[in-house]
């Protein structure tokens, strides 16, 4: 087995774990998620709770559509022999995030970690749509390996709730700092780090695309 095809089933097993954890702590665990919505303390605008929860619960659903659709894409088999469905999921993943961008703009102010965290996911909520853009616009113009350089930086987008969450929670038992804390500085850490990490697997995992060698227009 290839580095890349390591990396794409270890990627996959991740979006797995990750997905079934949220669905539990969301359906089972706490449906009203009211052990995070306790951290948010001296925000600057009134939360209405009601519809707080059917943001997030739109944009937990999407991102998850996003995470699938994406690695689904990502697949070389996909790529090579199901051109129309390579397409057909890339405009659903195009859609997903423009949704999950959208939830992500009511929800910004509300933060946990204050103003600082609400200003990074603003930030956050700008660039992932960005980078999706022009991923579509690279394919219209045929540019193969452009495309799927901007891709790559998109998709790591997908992530930062993923790893905000793991560095929130080895942050605060490392450093015994508060939940917001600890939050607020794992967003600081997650958005440039996946950015960075993004470049790291356009340099060595995605070199050369398998599979997209000829033109193939969106």
Request: aromatic residues 14%.
């Amino acid at each position: 087995m290839s580095n890349t095809k390591r990396f794409y089933t270890l990627m996959l097993a991740v979006i797995f774990l990750f997905i079934l954890y949220i669905a539990y702590v969301q359906i089972i665990y706490d449906p009203q998620s009211t052990g995070f919505l306790g951290f948010k303390t001296n925000l600057l605008h009134p939360l209405n709770t009601t519809i707080w929860l059917a943001m997030m619960r739109v944009h937990v659903v999407f991102a998850y559509i996003s995470l699938i659709s994406g690695a689904v894409n990502f697949a070389s088999t996909i790529c090579r022999k199901h051109r129309k469905l390579h397409k057909l999921n890339g405009y659903i993943y195009v859609a997903a995030v423009m949704i999950v961008g959208l939830t992500s703009g009511y929800m910004a102010p509300y933060a946990t970690g204050g103003r600082s965290v609400s200003i990074a996911f603003n930030v956050l909520t700008m660039i992932w749509p960005a980078f999706t853009v022009i991923a579509l616009i690279q394919i219209r113009k045929k540019q193969i390996h452009s495309h799927r350089k901007w891709m790559v930086r998109s998709y790591a987008c997908c992530f930062t709730n993923l790893t905000v969450h793991l560095l929130t929670f080895f942050i605060r038992n490392a450093s015994g700092w508060s939940y917001p804390a600890s939050y607020r500085m794992s967003v600081y850490i997650s958005i440039p780090l996946l950015l960075i990490l993004a470049e790291i697997v356009i340099r060595t995992a995605w070199k050369k695309p398998e599979g997209m060698n000829r033109p193939e227009s969106a």
